[in-house]
């Protein structure tokens, strides 16, 4: 049994079509480009499958963290769930898309536990949320073409 264990979960509505969104989600080549919080990605998977990997760098209080996440679901154009294990606290992220009458819905949902470290060591909650939000934004606004260049 996990003690330490917390979820989070945050959703978006965007003025775009699911394709476009998840264009966006599955080019991580990309994410850089137009997502604050990501300040690098190191191995992008050539099919979004489970079991494919994918490693990134994500900035976290400034400073730039390395992640190595595994696939493990993927239903095009409807959700992409990855899991990683970092500082001995498992990590599951699943990003889910609903259409909506003008564009989509995304909900990013986020699951950590740990049979040892207290979570708010390594991923302190308002940290992770305003990480959360910010990439929920800056993909909100790549998909509705209104990012600054």
């Given at each position: 049994m996990f003690l330490n264990r917390f979820s989070m979960s945050s959703t978006i509505l965007v003025d775009a079509p699911m394709e476009r969104v998840w264009e966006l989600l599955t080019d991580a080549a990309r994410w850089p480009e137009w997502c604050d919080v990501c300040v690098h990605v190191e191995v992008v998977p050539t099919v979004w499958t489970p079991g494919n990997d994918?490693?990134?760098?994500?900035?976290?209080?400034?400073?730039?963290?390395?992640?190595?996440?595994?696939?493990?679901?993927?239903?095009?154009?409807?959700?992409?769930?990855?899991?990683?294990?970092?500082?001995?606290i498992a990590a599951t992220r699943r990003i889910s898309l609903l259409?909506?009458?003008?564009?989509?819905?995304?909900?990013?949902?986020?699951?950590?536990?740990?049979?040892?470290?207290?979570?708010?060591?390594?991923?302190?909650?308002?940290?992770?949320?305003r990480m959360t939000d910010s990439w929920l934004t800056d993909l909100k606004r790549e998909a509705e073409g209104t990012a600054s260049a």
């Open positions: 994918l490693a990134f760098k994500l900035r976290m209080a400034r400073v730039a963290v390395p992640f190595r996440v595994t696939l493990t679901d993927v239903s095009p154009e409807q959700h992409v769930e990855w899991e990683s294990t970092k500082f001995t259409p909506t009458v003008t564009g989509t819905e995304i909900t990013d949902a986020k699951l950590f536990h740990s049979p040892l470290l207290p979570i708010r060591l390594g991923y302190p909650r308002f940290l992770i949320r």
